[in-house]
């Protein structure tokens, strides 16, 4: 087999969306599989559509899932010398027209079929009788010739033989009476000059493919091998749209979400390998292969992303996340934590319980901040005046303590415990409301810990001071 060419070739219309991703994703694993070339290409033409903040965005979402590119990114508005030459030969062979026909007498033709409930197809009013006369008209649009009777098969890898009629199909317009070269000239002309073996994409795309292997032929090349894979799907089966959540790669990345989570969940959602859910880079490469690619559509299914998104957080190495999570503190408007290790050790305490990296932030919301609100049910039900003697009994321990550490800490507790005869939740929760503010948190001894020594005893001395005022007449 040759060398395995994929591309990704997106419009720059918007976000890079999670449908494109994945089709990004399957081109990048199956060329990688190969050992092959994974192109990037930016469909731009549509010049009022398309817009330089798109195309930025595309590749920053590429680039931010790590699903780097051999070649590009190619655009084709840099490329209009090459489809006029394109259009020029085919009119020379006999395999396109000039068609001069009006814009608003093929709307009105267009309208008439609708009514009478045919296809709109193009009638052929220009289509010469001799192709040898077919010459290229200033300002004209240019049509390909499509044969009137036969089939065009598509070989799809995914979907098997695929028949089109090729009564069912239009002479397909090539070029605008503008001289700007449309969508399928434009795809077929790049992927034979770019010598692309593959194509991958989205089903919505089939329409489109018994013209472009008709325009192959014309331009006398074998068309590649195409695999339409089925959308993605909602949970209540309609098109993933943003009614059902995030729809932008980059909104992810916002969210606190890893690309590692985001590729595995995306490739998941239409290609499987047994029963397997989690997947390395390097298993995907090695493991990815069409035939594995199913025909229904993949559910996008948020809650299974959040869940996958968890286990790569609680797998990461803490180093790692404190790195990680530095911009999401900011951006939540806290100061900047100027150890490392002292922000390993506090996400130490809440991995277990965040699935992202802003869920991380807002549980850590004590740390990294000492402007916390005491929640008022936590406070009625555990900051009572019981508990003011054991408070400053505890205060005493931990400000001689020499090392504060978790043992040290724990044995502090240990002492007052046994003297009072206390179980240790009437001790420690009135403590993680007076340094958290709520009544749920890491270990106890963890918190203190990590908060250290002056922290943490601010804190319980500001808890005295309100248990004293309870006790204060008026």
Same mark, same amino acid.
């Given at each position: 087999?040759?060398?395995?060419?994929?591309?990704?070739?997106?419009?720059?219309? /918007?976000?890079?969306?999670? /449908?494109?991703?994945?089709?990004?994703?399957?081109?990048? #694993?199956?060329?990688? $599989?190969?050992?092959?070339?994974?192109?990037?290409?930016?469909?731009?033409?549509?010049?009022?559509?398309?817009?330089?903040?798109?195309?930025?965005?595309?590749?920053?979402?590429?680039?931010?899932?790590?699903?780097?590119?051999?070649?590009?990114?190619?655009?084709?508005?840099?490329?209009?010398?090459?489809?006029?030459?394109?259009?020029?030969?085919? #009119?020379?062979?006999? !395999?396109?027209?000039?068609?001069?026909?009006?814009?608003?007498?093929?709307?009105?033709?267009?309208?008439?079929?609708?009514?009478?409930?045919?296809?709109?197809?193009?009638?052929?009013?220009?289509? %010469? !009788?001799?192709?040898?006369?077919?010459?290229?008209?200033?300002?004209?649009?240019?049509?390909?010739?499509?044969?009137?009777? /036969?089939?065009?098969?598509?070989?799809?890898?995914?979907?098997? %033989?695929?028949?089109?009629?090729?009564?069912?199909?239009?002479?397909?317009?090539?070029?605008?009476?503008?001289?700007?070269?449309?969508?399928?000239?434009?795809?077929?002309?790049?992927?034979?000059?770019?010598?692309?073996?593959?194509?991958?994409?989205?089903?919505?795309?089939?329409?489109?493919?018994?013209?472009?292997?008709?325009?192959?032929?014309?331009?006398?090349?074998?068309?590649?091998?195409?695999?339409?894979?089925?959308?993605?799907?909602?949970?209540?089966?309609?098109?993933?749209?943003?009614?059902?959540?995030?729809?932008?790669?980059?909104?992810?990345?916002?969210?606190?979400?890893?690309?590692?989570?985001?590729?595995?969940?995306?490739?998941?959602?239409?290609?499987?390998?047994?029963?397997?859910?989690?997947?390395?880079?390097?298993?995907?490469?090695?493991?990815?292969?069409?035939?594995?690619?199913? =025909?229904?559509?993949?559910?996008?299914?948020?809650?299974? #992303?959040?869940?996958?998104?968890? $286990?790569?957080?609680?797998?990461?190495?803490?180093?790692?996340?404190?790195?990680?999570?530095?911009?999401?503190?900011?951006? !939540? /408007?806290?100061?900047?934590?100027?150890?490392?290790?002292?922000?390993?050790?506090?996400?130490?305490?809440?991995?277990?319980?965040?699935?992202?990296?802003?869920?991380?932030?807002?549980?850590?919301?004590?740390?990294?901040?000492?402007?916390?609100?005491?929640?008022?049910?936590?406070?009625?039900?555990?900051?009572?005046?019981?508990?003011?003697?054991?408070? =400053?009994?505890?205060?005493?321990?931990?400000?001689?303590?020499?090392?504060?550490?978790?043992?040290?800490?724990?044995?502090?507790?240990?002492?007052?415990?046994?003297?009072?005869? #206390?179980?240790?939740?009437?001790?420690?929760? %009135?403590?993680?409301?007076?340094?958290?503010?709520?009544?749920?948190? %890491?270990?106890?001894?963890?918190?203190?810990?990590?908060?250290?020594?002056?922290?943490?005893?601010?804190?319980?001395?500001?808890?005295?001071?309100?248990?004293?005022?309870?006790?204060?007449?008026?």
């Amino acid at each position: 087999m040759s060398t395995v060419r994929t591309r990704f070739a997106p419009s720059p219309t /918007g976000y890079l969306h999670i /449908g494109g991703a994945r089709t990004a994703l399957f081109n990048y #694993l199956f060329a990688r $599989h190969h050992g092959g070339k994974f192109i990037l290409r930016i469909e731009d033409t549509d010049r009022e559509r398309s817009t330089e903040e798109a195309i930025e965005a595309i590749i920053q979402g590429l680039t931010w899932l790590q699903l780097d590119w051999d070649e590009g990114p190619y655009r084709q508005t840099e490329r209009l010398a090459i489809y006029r030459d394109k259009a020029e030969w085919l #009119l020379q062979q006999g !395999k396109a027209y000039p068609c001069v026909c009006a814009p608003e007498v093929l709307e009105a033709k267009r309208k008439e079929a609708l009514k009478a409930k045919r296809k709109p197809m193009y009638d052929g009013t220009c289509r %010469p !009788k001799d192709r040898s006369d077919a010459e290229s008209i200033a300002a004209a649009l240019r049509r390909s010739s499509t044969p009137f009777t /036969g089939t065009t098969i598509v070989e799809d890898e995914v979907k098997g %033989p695929v028949v089109f009629e090729n009564s069912e199909l239009d002479d397909l317009i090539l070029v605008r009476s503008g001289g700007t070269p449309t969508y399928n000239f434009c795809v077929v002309v790049d992927d034979i000059d770019m010598g692309i073996t593959h194509i991958i994409r989205g089903d919505d795309h089939l329409a489109n493919t018994p013209r472009q292997i008709l325009l192959y032929d014309a331009l006398g090349h074998t068309p590649p091998q195409f695999a339409h894979v089925p959308l993605i799907l909602g949970l209540d089966k309609a098109r993933l749209s943003k009614r059902h959540g995030a729809t932008s790669v980059m909104a992810y990345r916002d969210m606190g979400y890893f690309p590692e989570a985001l590729v595995n969940y995306l490739v998941r959602l239409g290609w499987s390998h047994g029963d397997q859910e989690i997947f390395s880079r390097d298993e995907l490469i090695e493991k990815f292969s069409l035939d594995a690619v199913g =025909k229904s559509a993949g559910i996008f299914n948020p809650e299974k #992303l959040l869940w996958l998104n968890s $286990h790569y957080l609680r797998s990461r190495p803490l180093s790692q996340l404190a790195d990680e999570i530095i911009p999401f503190i900011e951006a !939540k /408007g806290y100061p900047k934590p100027q150890h490392p290790e002292w922000l390993a050790r506090m996400i130490a305490t809440l991995a277990e319980r965040a699935k992202t990296l802003t869920e991380l932030v807002d549980l850590a919301h004590f740390y990294l901040s000492d402007d916390i609100h005491i929640e008022e049910k936590a406070a009625k039900k555990f900051l009572t005046r019981e508990v003011l003697e054991p408070l =400053k009994q505890l205060i005493q321990k931990l400000a001689a303590l020499r090392d504060f550490n978790e043992s040290e800490i724990e044995q502090a507790f240990a002492t007052i415990l046994h003297e009072r005869g #206390l179980p240790l939740g009437e001790l420690a929760q %009135p403590v993680r409301v007076a340094l958290t503010g709520a009544a749920v948190s %890491p270990g106890i001894y963890e918190i203190i810990a990590v908060l250290g020594k002056e922290r943490t005893l601010r804190r319980l001395n500001s808890a005295v001071e309100y248990l004293q005022r309870l006790d204060s007449p008026g």
